[in-house]
């Protein structure tokens, strides 16, 4: 039997939402977005929560930041702890103070922000008691270590080698404290070795539902909330007991942005 744990989740409002530049393969400058549209979806996301028993907290959009609705790079919060970004790209510089002034302000008094470029949860997935931590496009390897000294938890380095799945987040998912999801030609071979290893019954992605991010998904351990486009999968999760709840956030994929993007999960200490 699955059981749900409910969730504390941090979003941030797309009311600045644009492509306006590209920083990875996903964003077209050129093509047209549907801010009102993207704000509905990213509604409907933050009532699917709710009526699931999650405790969703909003930070302020900032204009100029069109990216700062992609929460989950923001920090990583383990343990009430919290390592607020540094990112790679100068479009993106501004929202780790945001975010470090948020946390701060909102019980989050212990926390640091990373040395070296760290996306945060974009690149840092905790399951169980492991951090996986992905490098290759964003995070530098770095900031594993830094990850690693913070928290005092293991971190596992994975390495990302297709564009199109920059951060871990696009390319695997964490379902409860011992199973993940992922696509495997995302990952290095060492890496995709280092999976199989620690995950052997992982839930495999097929090419056509990592292309809509449908490992771009979070789960409270029973309910897995994930792109509505990866129908293959939400099929492979029902048959292992989860119960996916499909979403459709087009408007945001078009800055290579989906559900987890959109959320920081604000782990309370112990
Ligand atoms: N346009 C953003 C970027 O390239 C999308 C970030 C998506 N966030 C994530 N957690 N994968 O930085």
Redesign the pocket.
Known sequence: MRTARARHYLMCRPTYFDVVYS??PW?DPKKPVDTPLAIAQWERLREVYLSLGHTVDTIEPVRGLP?MV?A??GATVVDGRALVARFR?AE?IAEGPAYHDWLRANGFPDLRTASVVNEG??DYLLVGDVLLAGTGFRSDPRSHDEAQEFFGRPVIGLTLVDPDY??L??ALTVLDEKTVAYYPPAFSPGSLAVLQRLFPDAVLASAEDAAVFGL?ATSDGLNVVLPRNATALAEQLRERGFRPVGVDLSELLK???SV??CTLELRPAH
Request: hydrophobic share 25%.
């Open positions: 920083i990875n964003m990216d992609f989950a790079n790209d993106r949860e974009g920059y951060h987040d696009t771009n800055a290579g942005g987890k993007c």
